[in-house]
């Protein structure tokens, strides 16, 4: 193990903080508990709340995973303008369709999603946390070189219509060449239970390859045409894809639990400021929240940058304006 991830383990360890990183290396997801202090968490749901308060949504957008979600990310400029910047997103239940608001009864923070995707730049609270020291020392502790963040997304998981989360792999979202090196960092603000939604994961699969990437589309963006989708999935792995069929879908079984625990997915069950590790190859999914309980998380993703030899694709659905880096995370002492 390197003098990085040793001194960054060490670190840890003095925040009280312990990462199985063999587990990890073995399973490509897994638990941190304790992670995240419960004053850290109610100070990002307290900064979140007053962010929906402020929000005008005079022209909703929503946020799918499903079969229609290359029709609605791949079609908005909302969605892709939002890269380095805060933006709100409808669940599909959440929308009148009809007229292209609110569906009347529900409230703003009623029918939200997700908000993303760069809270860790432009929001101060969510920035302190994602900036901070333990989180710079778990991407290296884990192997990470150069670790830099991309992406962030606050996730709502409303109850009785927050939707499932089709079976996906995070690096399909976040493609970076010539090697894939995403790391997700869900952190859970309230318990997530099988019951209100928790996220499955697929262990082992992280030593799979990439089964398709969500990429700018050539025609619109090249070509200047504008009857086609700006973004489209591409094939990276046709033997892959047969294989894990329910890409993009749900395992089918007697039961939607049944399904996912047949294709070998388990339940990551958390409590109020764990984190859940997810390697960018993994397969995980969550099911839909039926019960009255919300379960919101925040969630990081990391990838390698360059001094690691690694460059963001182009091709990438997120892509900061010209000039602008990722920021970049830096173990320091505490």
């Known amino acids: 193990m390197t003098e990085q991830r040793l001194q960054a383990l ?3 360890k003095s925040l009280g903080i312990t990462v199985d990183v063999d587990a990890f290396e073995r399973d490509g997801c897994g638990i941190v508990r304790g992670f995240a202090t419960a004053e850290e968490c109610d100070e990002m749901r307290q900064s979140m709340k007053t962010l929906v308060e402020n929000w005008d949504p005079k022209e909703v957008t929503v946020f799918r995973t499903d079969g ?6 791949g079609s908005s400029d909302y969605f892709l303008d939002s890269a ?12 009148d369709e009809a007229l292209g608001t609110l569906k009347a009864g529900l409230s703003k ?10 809270l860790h730049v432009q929001d101060p609270v969510f920035r302190k946390y994602s900036s901070s020291p333990k ?3 778990l991407a290296h502790a884990l192997g990470w070189v ?5 992406q962030s997304m606050y996730i709502f998981k409303q109850p009785r219509i927050g939707g499932e989360v089709t079976s996906h792999q995070d690096s399909t979202f976040l493609f970076t060449e010539p090697r894939q090196t995403c790391l997700g960092l869900w952190l859970s603000l309230e318990t997530a239970t ?3 939604g928790c996220v499955w ?3 082992g699969s992280h030593r799979e390859p990439v089964r398709r990437a969500f990429c700018r589309n050539p025609d619109w963006f090249e070509k200047g045409k504008r009857d086609v989708p700006q973004m489209i999935f591409r094939m990276e792995d046709e033997a892959s894809l047969e294989k894990v069929h329910w890409e993009g879908a749900m395992p089918q079984g007697s039961s939607p639990k049944e399904g996912i625990k047949n294709a070998g997915f388990v339940p990551l069950e958390c409590q109020k400021g764990d984190l859940v590790l997810i390697h960018g190859q993994v397969d995980h999914l969550s099911l839909a929240n039926t019960s009255g309980a919300s379960r919101h998380t925040f969630q990081l993703h990391l990838v390698e940058g360059p001094s690691a030899g690694v460059q963001w694709s182009k091709n990438n659905w997120l892509q900061y304006p010209h000039g602008e880096s990722f920021p970049s995370l830096k173990v320091t002492s505490h």
């Open 10 to 12: 060490d670190l840890l």
């Open 194 to 196: 099988q019951e209100n």
């Open 135 to 137: 989180v710079a020392a």
């Open 68 to 73: 229609k979600q290359s029709e609605a990310q």
């Open 201 to 203: 994961g697929r262990p």
């Open 109 to 118: 923070h009623e029918g939200l999603n997700k908000v993303g995707h760069g």
């Open 84 to 95: 380095n910047c805060i933006g709100f997103f409808l669940e599909p239940m959440a929308k």
């Open 146 to 150: 150069d670790p830099v963040l991309p």
